[in-house]
């Protein structure tokens, strides 16, 4: 007798961009797997742009469902959306994105190979014509790269296009919903998830194409945000771990920088450098500022009342 192909629960948080989530939902609507064993889940993460007209043109062809909250931030709509999940697995990606065709078939074989396991996708830019947008995907790459290459640095993936196991991934807690910003939790959650000796499979073939449109005001905005993140990432780690928070050597900077160069055309790469060095300051900004900023809280919090 023929197994049937494992249960998945999409989930896909979303926050006022009711165009792209009818792109994101028209990809699921078009995946190669069978539609009896798969539900999407959105979350409405206190959106005041009415998401019915989206949702309505895909009833009959999505077994679909909107959750809506007040806002949380996306981690904590993730979060939403997978307590109501009834798959045996999760996919999550966001709506700024496109599933492949073939994306859960790929990460159903992957689970029924490997049921424990968490497995992160690809997940490439569609907007190539924007430098700002290849730039930030450049460092997402070059992240993923850089923590896969060594066995002593922790594997993660973007939520976008990272499935776990429902009941493991209810087990280790979800996403940290405490991080400020859309950023840093995912990287969080895969270094809990692997603290707790649960592998995690990278599969390439598992493909989100992301179409996040960026000005440079959003870019210098967005990687403010990252190293906010990375901060927020590091303490919360040396706190579960017991131990000093650790940074990245300069070397992993400057090879960040020249990444580009053999990876792109010769011309593109030169225009996205400088726009990696500018991301690595804004970052570092951040990353300080929300150093200060826990200083000051701690301060704050301490001060006897007048």
Not at 229 to 254: D, L, T
């Amino acid at each position: 007798m023929k197994q049937e192909p494992p249960f998945i629960s999409i989930v896909i948080p979303t926050y006022n961009r009711p165009e792209q989530l009818a792109v994101c939902l028209r990809a699921c609507s078009r995946l190669d797997y069978r539609h009896d064993r798969f539900e999407v889940i959105v979350v409405d993460d206190g959106g005041v742009m009415p998401l019915d007209e989206v949702v309505n043109q895909f009833c009959g062809l999505l077994t679909l469902k909107v959750l809506r909250q007040q806002n949380a931030g996306p981690a904590a709509a993730r979060n939403r959306g997978a307590s109501e999940a009834r798959g045996e697995f999760l996919a999550f990606t966001d709506d700024d994105c496109a599933p492949a065709p073939n994306w859960l078939k790929t990460l159903a074989a992957l689970f029924v190979a490997s049921p424990d396991c968490a497995v992160g996708g690809q997940t490439p830019n569609v907007l190539m014509h924007n430098l700002y947008s290849t730039a930030s995907q450049l460092v997402v790459s070059y992240l993923l790269a850089y923590y896969s290459h060594a066995p002593e640095r922790v594997r993660f993936f973007p939520s976008c296009n990272l499935a776990f196991p429902t009941k493991r991934f209810h087990d280790v807690g979800g996403f940290n919903v405490s991080f400020p910003r859309s950023a840093g939790e995912d990287r969080e959650l895969c270094d809990r998830w692997q603290h707790r000796g649960y592998g995690m499979i990278h599969a390439p073939e598992a493909v989100v194409y992301h179409s996040h449109h960026l000005t440079a005001k959003t870019f210098l905005r967005q990687h403010f945000h990252y190293g906010r993140a990375a901060y927020h990432y590091h303490r919360v780690r040396a706190s579960q771990r017991k131990q000093r928070m650790k940074v990245e050597p300069p070397a992993f900077y400057v090879n960040l920088i020249t990444y580009p160069f053999g990876r792109i055309h010769l011309w593109r790469a030169i225009q996205v450098a400088p726009l990696l060095l500018a991301a690595q300051v804004v970052n570092a900004v951040g990353f300080f500022w929300e150093q200060a900023k826990g200083k000051r809280d701690v301060i704050h919090s301490s001060s006897p009342a007048r």
